[in-house]
């Protein structure tokens, strides 16, 4: 029997319960990981919610690292004893321990903690893919970040400077504004006091910019489209405000003929090699210093509905991690 966080309905933290699981034995091409910490990420309150459906009873929590301890018939990849991460569905990262597919996991290197991995996988790899496959930067570019000083945005923040992309940050305080400057982050708007589409005309000398990397949604969206130059793209690959609204079309064409995409870790990671490929490069960055994961919170696993409650109020900034 094992600690973990099952959901019986959606709704609000409270419907998190932290209960006893009895795992069993790992089936074919499954693996037992004895969890070392859990990464906490805004995806997980969409699943509790319900903004993102998945069938129920279920767990939450989409990253973690530890220690394989029992593999189950023709596992590829892993061994027993191998340190290991994972980033993506299936939900079920808030436990002690899991049973999950081997396919999901990659060896962790010596250098690179647990806790840093847990709180890298997810944020870390989805950087990776916004950066180099999504809208491949060059480095030159001058780029707008909503949300610079969350967990994702710190990381872009740095990787922005390490590739040479001058990186325009949006954040809600001026103390986020310091932490996110204070990470790379070439400038940084306050969209609390600030009207962040003057501002990023006026950095750019009103020709907007090449492209808008998007998590907030809703609040952000339309505006995001006034920043951007013709034949600009815009990347929105999340909700934290609230599911965008609907628009037509002509909205883009209007703004000079720009692409849009909605795009997923899950879609981006699906073939072996391309998981493999994508989290060596962001490994590397990470044991080259050019990336330092910043852990700012945290939780044991028992206080999963304090972390969620600080987390949709936005008082978390960096990476945040559950402790089994």
């Not at 993506?88 to 010596?110: F, H, Q």
């Not at 610079?148 to 990787?159: D, R």
């Amino acid at each position: 029997m094992v600690k973990a966080i099952r959901i019986q309905q959606t709704g609000g933290p409270e419907v998190m319960e932290y209960v006893d699981v009895e795992l069993g034995a790992p089936g074919p091409g499954e693996v037992l990981v004895r969890q070392k910490a859990c990464g906490l990420n805004f995806i997980d309150v969409y699943f509790r919610t319900g903004l993102y459906p998945q069938a129920l009873p279920g767990g939450l929590g989409m990253e973690g690292a530890g220690i394989v301890e029992a593999v189950g018939p023709d596992v590829k990849y892993v061994q027993v004893g191998d340190r290991v991460a994972y980033a993506g569905r299936p939900n079920g990262a808030y436990a002690e321990a899991r049973i999950m597919p081997a396919d999901n996991l990659v060896r962790l290197p010596d250098s690179i903690s647990f806790e840093t991995a847990a709180a890298m996988m997810l944020q870390g790899l989805t950087v990776q893919y916004l950066f180099h496959r999504t809208f491949p930067l060059q480095g030159g570019e001058t780029i707008l970040f909503h949300a610079a000083a969350g967990g994702v945005g710190l990381i872009a923040c740095q990787w922005a400077r390490a590739i040479g992309v001058t990186m325009i940050g949006t954040v809600g305080s001026d103390e986020k504004a310091e932490l996110a400057k204070a990470h790379g982050c070439a400038h940084v708007i306050n969209y609390n006091t600030e009207n962040f589409v003057q501002r990023v005309r006026e950095i750019t000398d009103g020709k907007g910019v090449p492209v808008v990397y998007d998590s907030i949604g809703k609040d952000t969206f339309i505006p995001s489209l006034d920043c951007l130059a013709p034949l600009g793209m815009m990347v929105s690959f999340g909700n934290a405000s609230g599911p965008v609204p609907e628009f037509g079309l002509g909205e883009l064409a209007s703004r000079g003929s720009l692409f849009i995409t909605r795009p997923s870790l899950m879609s981006y990671a699906a073939k072996r090699d391309d998981l493999e490929q994508m989290a060596a490069h962001l490994f590397s960055m990470v044991e080259s210093g050019k990336v330092k994961i910043d852990i700012r919170q945290r939780y044991s696993l028992s206080e999963v509905a304090r972390a969620h409650h600080e987390l949709e109020a936005r008082k978390t900034t960096g990476s945040s991690i559950l402790i089994p």
